[in-house]
T-cell receptor, first 115, second 113 residues
Framework: ETGVTQTPRHLVMGMTNKKSLKCEQHLGHNAMYWYKQSAKKPLELMFVYNFKEQTENNSVPSRFSPECPNSSHLFLHLHTLQPEDSALYLC??????????????FGQGTRLTVV | AQSVTQPDIHITVSEGASLELRCNYSYGATPYLFWYVQSPGQGLQLLLKYFSGDTLVQGIKGFEAEFKRSQSSFNLRKPSVHWSDAAEYFCAVGPASYDKVIFGPGTSLSVIP
């Protein structure tokens, strides 16, 4: 148990569906992250939020839409996805994205399959 | 450009044998270095980190890593591997801002009895 909880753990969705991934942390952290982990590829940082403000968007397609209503919760809204979007989506948090001597704590991930 | 390489895609060791996983990086300044482990179906767990000071870093689960600036390496070691160590291992490097940390491609470790 790392203090970062992701739901659901598994999700199968059609290309025309709309779904959301949820991440919650109870560590008092101020920075939260979404990563995409695909087979045979390095971990890809998608979005970063610091103090509820989005500070990083690594050229992620608009079919992925993040939302951070408060420092403890992070969502990833999905719509009209493609089969190549199937991957493990990991959420992480850290005390602050802009301060050194920190590390990120990861959730267990949501395994997404787009059919 | 920043990069992290883990030359070994997959390693198999016998239980009780020693282990070394390699990590090389390209970075313009003194990096912050991390090793994470990921068990099947799980998220990433931090094994150890190096920010400054002693170049030999001790981590959890009996792992250690040594930062060698001259070789741009941060190899992970364990003197005696247990079957439960079978997992994917990721090296990561970055600046003080964690949002700039980049991960290597990972090394998959199998442990045979």
């Amino acid at each position: 148990e790392t203090g970062v909880t992701q739901t659901p753990r598994h999700l199968v969705m059609g290309m025309t569906n709309k779904k959301s991934l949820k991440c919650e942390q109870h560590l008092g952290h101020n920075a939260m992250y979404w990563y995409k982990q695909s087979a045979k590829k390095p971990l890809e940082l998608m979005f970063v939020y610091n103090f509820k403000e989005q500070t990083e968007n690594n050229s992620v397609p608009s079919r992925f839409s993040p939302e951070c209503p408060n420092s403890s919760h992070l969502f990833l809204h999905l719509h009209t996805l493609q089969p190549e979007d199937s991957a493990l989506y990991l959420c992480a948090s850290s005390p602050s994205g802009r301060r050194g001597n920190t590390e990120a704590f990861f959730g267990q991930g949501t395994r997404l399959t787009v059919v | 450009a920043q990069s992290v390489t883990q030359p070994d895609i997959h390693i198999t060791v016998s239980e009780g044998a020693s282990l070394e996983l390699r990590c090389n990086y390209s970075y313009g300044a003194t990096p912050y270095l991390f090793w994470y482990v990921q068990s099947p179906g799980q998220g990433l767990q931090l094994l150890l980190k190096y920010f400054s000071g002693d170049t030999l870093v001790q981590g959890i689960k009996g792992f250690e890593a040594e930062f060698k600036r001259s070789q741009s390496s941060f190899n992970l070691r364990k003197p005696s591997v247990h079957w439960s160590d079978a997992a994917e291992y990721f090296c990561a490097v970055g600046p003080a801002s964690y949002d700039k940390v980049i991960f290597g491609p990972g090394t998959s470790l199998s442990v045979i009895p």
